[in-house]
């Protein structure tokens, strides 16, 4: 810029030659008139009053001092605003009411603002003494309507059942010019989501299909260049559910889906499954093939004098009436008289809990072990251990049950089952010997065999 007011000072007045001596001695001074803006982008309010301040410097005595703003739209003719030389201001008639300046200061003042008044405005600063320095700026105006308080409308209003409906929620402005819109949820951005899609002007909002995710406090951040607005807080209905459907009880210990409880005791269960609205809750019982009605409602209570007649299977059955979802859970209720006998038998006895717990637990590793040992036993060592042992053993091994003679019983014991398999040989079956009328062939026998290991050290022990 400063380049810009020596090229014109020079080319203004005085020969080339004053130029160049000038340009060599005076480059100080004629880079010293100096115009500045503070910005020169500045964001106007419709009918208000808008300031453009310009501040120069120079360092040259100047007897003249001549201020000039130009205003400039794209593809139209620059417009003369005003002009002033010290103290004296020339408007142009047409445009006289509105802008106003007071040398030597050279700021603009536009009173009011219109929309047409958005473009360029251009100061030129000519100072004239030894020669004429001149120097300009421009400053771009934008001209903006401050936006009111947004409303949101969302669809449907009523709510919206989860996996079903989609969600619209519409951002509207009553005024405001350059507006853009943002959503927030819970006053964060929203997070990118494939069941979002927005209006390509982003005032409309659609989540499809909506999830229990979904619920949250949204507001519509409109901004403009003057202004921001943020609407007030929408929370969705939506309507989901039943999910973790589960029954808890007061009392009693709870293994998976087995309650025990112990007699005398009333007891409370509780069904409770996370849905919107509150699910319908209803309770159930099963006896063999038989299901009936018990109650409705979350609370299932059992008086003292009941529990004794309570060993047997339920249900809760959960039902969201607007979601039209229901799920139900299982559990067996045993009764066990160990409450009774604790009292009397404290200090001796466990405790009914220590010694569930410990039966529970002696239950799960065993069938643990069983599941192991079946899983890892090769078929393979089995096939062979059968092919090559006599049908005799067999014999002998059937004669084993009956007896009585503990000591001949003594060693480790390996129960071996498979399936019947055709290349395996099989011990005479006596039961479909028995029931001549089935044939052998679609009779499914699981064999086992009985392997008896005799720890040899134990044994000499033993003898
Ligand atoms: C501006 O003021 C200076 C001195 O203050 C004077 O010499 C000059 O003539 C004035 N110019 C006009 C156009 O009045
Ligand atoms: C110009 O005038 C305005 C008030 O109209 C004032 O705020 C500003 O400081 C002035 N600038 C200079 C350089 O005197
Ligand atoms: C102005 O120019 C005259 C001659 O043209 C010169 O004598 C004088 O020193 C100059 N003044 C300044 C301040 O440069
Ligand atoms: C929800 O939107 C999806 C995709 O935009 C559309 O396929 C579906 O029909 C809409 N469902 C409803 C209930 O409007
Ligand atoms: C539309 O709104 C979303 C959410 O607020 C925002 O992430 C995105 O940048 C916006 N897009 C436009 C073009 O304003
Ligand atoms: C939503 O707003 C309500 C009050 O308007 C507030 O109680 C609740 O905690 C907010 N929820 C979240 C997730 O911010
Ligand atoms: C339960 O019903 C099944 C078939 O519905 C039937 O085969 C079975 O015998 C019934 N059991 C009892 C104990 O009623
Ligand atoms: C749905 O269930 C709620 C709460 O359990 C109840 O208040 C409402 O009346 C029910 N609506 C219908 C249509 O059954």
Same mark, same amino acid.
């Given at each position: 810029?400063?380049?810009?007011?020596?090229?014109?000072?020079?080319?203004?007045?005085?020969?080339?030659? /004053?130029?160049?001596?000038?340009?060599?001695?005076?480059?100080?001074?004629?880079?010293?008139?100096?115009?500045?803006?503070?910005?020169?982008?500045?964001?106007?309010?419709?009918?208000?009053?808008?300031?453009?301040?310009?501040?120069?410097?120079?360092?040259?005595?100047?007897?003249?001092?001549?201020?000039?703003?130009?205003?400039?739209?794209?593809?139209?003719?620059?417009?003369?605003?005003?002009?002033?030389?010290?103290?004296?201001?020339?408007?142009?008639?047409?445009?006289?009411?509105?802008?106003?300046?007071? %040398?030597?200061?050279?700021?603009?003042?536009?009173?009011?603002?219109?929309?047409?008044?958005?473009?360029?405005?251009?100061?030129?600063?000519?100072?004239?003494?030894?020669?004429?320095?001149?120097?300009?700026?421009?400053?771009?105006?934008?001209?903006?309507?401050?936006?009111?308080?947004?409303?949101?409308?969302?669809? %449907?209003?009523?709510? *919206?059942?989860?996996?079903?409906?989609?969600?619209?929620?519409?951002?509207?402005?009553?005024?405001?010019?350059?507006?853009?819109?943002?959503?927030?949820?819970?006053?964060?951005?929203?997070?990118?989501?494939? *069941?979002?899609?927005?209006?390509?002007?982003?005032?409309?909002? /659609?989540?499809? %299909?909506?999830?229990?995710?979904? *619920?949250?406090?949204?507001?519509?951040?409109?901004?403009?260049?003057?202004?921001?607005?943020?609407?007030?807080?929408?929370?969705?209905?939506?309507?989901?559910?039943?999910?973790?459907?589960?029954?808890?009880?007061?009392?009693?210990?709870?293994?998976?889906?087995?309650?025990?409880?112990?007699?005398?005791?009333?007891?409370?269960?509780?069904?409770?499954?996370?849905?919107?609205?509150?699910?319908?809750?209803?309770?159930?019982?099963?006896?063999?093939?038989?299901?009936?009605?018990?109650?409705?409602?979350?609370?299932?209570?059992?008086?003292?004098?009941?529990?004794? /007649?309570?060993?047997?299977?339920?249900?809760?059955?959960?039902?969201?009436?607007?979601?039209?979802?229901?799920?139900?859970?299982?559990?067996?209720?045993?009764?066990?008289?160990?409450?009774?006998?604790?009292?009397?038998?404290?200090?001796?006895?466990?405790? %009914?809990?220590?010694?569930?717990?410990?039966?529970?637990?002696?239950?799960?590793?065993?069938?643990?072990?069983?599941?192991?040992?079946?899983?890892?036993?090769?078929?393979?060592?089995?096939?062979?251990?059968?092919?090559?042992? #006599?049908?005799?053993?067999?014999?002998?091994?059937?004669?084993?049950?009956?007896?009585?003679?503990?000591?001949?019983?003594?060693?480790?014991?390996?129960?071996?089952?498979?399936?019947?398999?055709?290349?395996?040989?099989?011990?005479?079956?006596?039961?479909?010997?028995?029931?001549?009328?089935?044939?052998? /062939?679609?009779?499914?026998?699981?064999?086992?065999?009985?392997?008896?290991?005799? #720890?040899?050290?134990?044994?000499?022990?033993?003898?």
């Amino acid at each position: 810029m400063g380049q810009d007011a020596c090229m014109e000072s020079f080319g203004g007045k005085g020969g080339t030659f /004053q130029c160049k001596i000038l340009l060599l001695l005076l480059a100080g001074t004629c880079l010293g008139l100096k115009v500045t803006v503070p910005s020169h982008i500045v964001h106007g309010i419709k009918d208000q009053p808008l300031y453009l301040p310009v501040h120069y410097g120079f360092h040259m005595p100047a007897s003249d001092i001549q201020i000039i703003w130009l205003f400039e739209r794209p593809s139209t003719m620059p417009k003369y605003l005003l002009g002033s030389v010290n103290q004296s201001v020339v408007p142009d008639l047409e445009y006289r009411q509105k802008f106003t300046m007071m %040398p030597p200061n050279a700021s603009l003042l536009i009173n009011p603002l219109e929309f047409t008044d958005e473009g360029n405005y251009i100061v030129k600063v000519n100072i004239q003494g030894n020669g004429t320095l001149s120097a300009s700026q421009k400053i771009q105006v934008t001209v903006d309507e401050p936006i009111t308080k947004p409303v949101v409308q969302i669809r %449907p209003s009523s709510g *919206a059942v989860e996996y079903v409906d989609n969600m619209t929620m519409t951002c509207q402005v009553k005024a405001g010019t350059r507006l853009l819109y943002h959503w927030l949820k819970n006053g964060k951005p929203l997070r990118r989501s494939p *069941a979002y899609s927005f209006s390509p002007q982003n005032n409309t909002f /659609q989540i499809a %299909p909506v999830t229990k995710e979904d *619920a949250g406090n949204y507001t519509c951040l409109v901004k403009n260049p003057v202004s921001e607005m943020e609407s007030d807080i929408i929370a969705p209905t939506i309507y989901y559910g039943p999910y973790g459907l589960q029954v808890n009880s007061d009392k009693g210990l709870k293994v998976g889906e087995v309650f025990t409880v112990d007699l005398g005791e009333a007891i409370l269960f509780d069904c409770s499954a996370d849905s919107y609205p509150p699910n319908t809750y209803s309770w159930i019982g099963m006896t063999d093939n038989t299901t009936y009605f018990i109650k409705h409602g979350p609370r299932l209570e059992v008086a003292p004098e009941k529990v004794a /007649q309570m060993t047997a299977d339920y249900a809760c059955c959960a039902y969201n009436n607007v979601t039209g979802r229901q799920d139900e859970t299982h559990f067996t209720v045993i009764i066990t008289s160990m409450g009774l006998e604790s009292s009397a038998q404290k200090e001796k006895s466990l405790s %009914p809990l220590a010694s569930l717990t410990g039966i529970s637990l002696f239950l799960i590793i065993s069938m643990c072990l069983l599941f192991l040992w079946k899983k890892f036993q090769p078929y393979k060592v089995i096939k062979q251990k059968l092919e090559g042992r #006599p049908e005799t053993d067999y014999r002998k091994a059937q004669t084993f049950s009956g007896h009585e003679d503990a000591l001949d019983d003594f060693g480790i014991y390996e129960f071996v089952a498979f399936p019947d398999a055709a290349g395996v040989p099989r011990m005479p079956s006596r039961s479909v010997r028995v029931s001549e009328g089935v044939s052998g /062939q679609d009779v499914h026998n699981t064999i086992y065999e009985v392997i008896q290991h005799i #720890p040899a050290q134990q044994q000499d022990h033993l003898e």
